[in-house]
């Protein structure tokens, strides 16, 4: 039986979700959201996460320059730990390199790390290495949160505003163009995606209810706040932020590019909901309101559009 | 340039080392202890740790099952934690998959790694999975350990005692006996090794100087407490503690037993240096002594034996 056959990575994920057992209270969270949670002091939270970046699944040396692709593992957990409101501190880093690499790669890998260690004051405190097929650079990081700004997907009520910290798309249609060796600006955007770490502590602050950053498309990631908090959505097709820079690549693509928005890949962009009495506040950090939650019988909706709603990226496809 | 030319895995670590910066004062200890060191509260440190199993370079499905290579996962975490005088706690897993994976060998590695977290009580908190060539598991771990009892590399002194947990070379002469498709008891060493976290926990409350797990064979891990700790040693070769199987197994293979224990992989014993006086109390525990530690300027020597000593195993020879 292949990974295919039980419903591929949310499938598999699942299975294992299921066969892990907890030993200790201190879990608040563990596998299924963007970082473990577990308790530390009387008024903070550790955050635990690990994500992983492989060569020709994640990443080409075609495309990136190997620091690029370094920045990118670090960005990819720092992510996760903004999207729970927390800030990142240290982390820990594998590296699989195969055996006729260049220095020079390797050095760019670690430039990389470097950099986005530097711009974030995370720091890199140990990793091991070894021989592979493939670059594989698997980062585990850990975070604190304040108890009171903690954000989870779970949070959302009927009647919250949805809404989307910045544009999105870009990371998706950048991939795209890539692949079909066409140029346009949205490539930057796919190489050196930018999480909103200053951002989602400035939202925390104010008061949201929930909270995911854009992983697996706007599309998938509305469906996990919905699948965790036991509510439904309505989506607004048409306010979902998408770039001018965006649009023209799409169109150079022969493709819309609300696909790539709600389906595309890494945009690191932050899709939260908060109360209707928040907005005000809120608006002033350029965040535009996407849609609202609804009751959970009435299901994940897309209006503006006529499409059905689809899910998002999957590694074993 | 490739990564032999700037001295093989080692090399490559140092070089690592040396472009890395830390950004706060909580960091004790980062790149190139067992784990880091981690300011936590009054009375404790958080040790933070990172090591990974990649397929035909730590395993083979040909020799191991996969439930085993889970276990080994773990294990070999564990024993970094342990060898710190510190108790693992909460982990979590990136798992690189072949896209054509049979699910019962995931299973089977799951129920490995489930299993070590059952028998030392670690919440499995979180994970990421990908596609990938070979298999490949990075496991980080986090730990505690009281301050008093935090063991490292560095504190062994001279006139110290160096002492080894128990039988070493077993894991090292069973991966020979399976590349060279013979039968033997120490196979089951190889694929099953089983890390002291126990018996460290004592060891620490007995108070010892330093200490360290043999993963790269009992003369590397010497050589890393010299080294950190500023002090020779003088290693008593016929002291050194091999089982009969292990002898029987290297005769088969018409080898040294000696070459599997001073060079071989992983054995996950410990090698701990403590003051002549806490000897009666360190015997209790069935453990060897081994060896002595001396001044720096008289080097690391091994007597009994006219060889002179080499490195410990390196993935990218």
Redesign the interface.
Known sequence: ???K??GG?FG??C??KN??????K??I???G?D??I?KH?KNHY?L???????EN??FSLKYSTSKQIGMKAIEKNVSDIAAMGGLP??T???L??P??????V??GV??GI?KK??QY??????????????I?I?V?M?GFVEKKYLALRSGAKADDLIFCSGDTGSSGVGLELLKQNVKGKSIKKHLEPQSRLDLARKLVKIGINSMIDVSDGVASEIRHICNESKVGAVIYADKIPISQNTIQDAKKLSKNPLDFALYGGEDFELIFTANKNKLKQLKKHDVKVIGEIVDKKDGVKLVNDGRKLKSGFE??N
């Open positions: 039986m292949k990974i056959s039980i990575e598999l994920i299975r294992i066969k892990v057992k907890l030993y200790s201190d879990v969270a563990g596998v959201d970082a473990a577990l002091g550790l635990f996460k690990t994500g992983m970046l492989v699944v994640h501190k240290y820990v880093v594998s699989g390199l055996k006729n690499i260049e220095i020079d390797i050095d670690i430039d470097n260690c530097r004051r995370i720091n890199s405190v140990g990793g091991d290495i070894s021989s592979s097929k493939e594989m698997s585990a850990l590694h074993f």
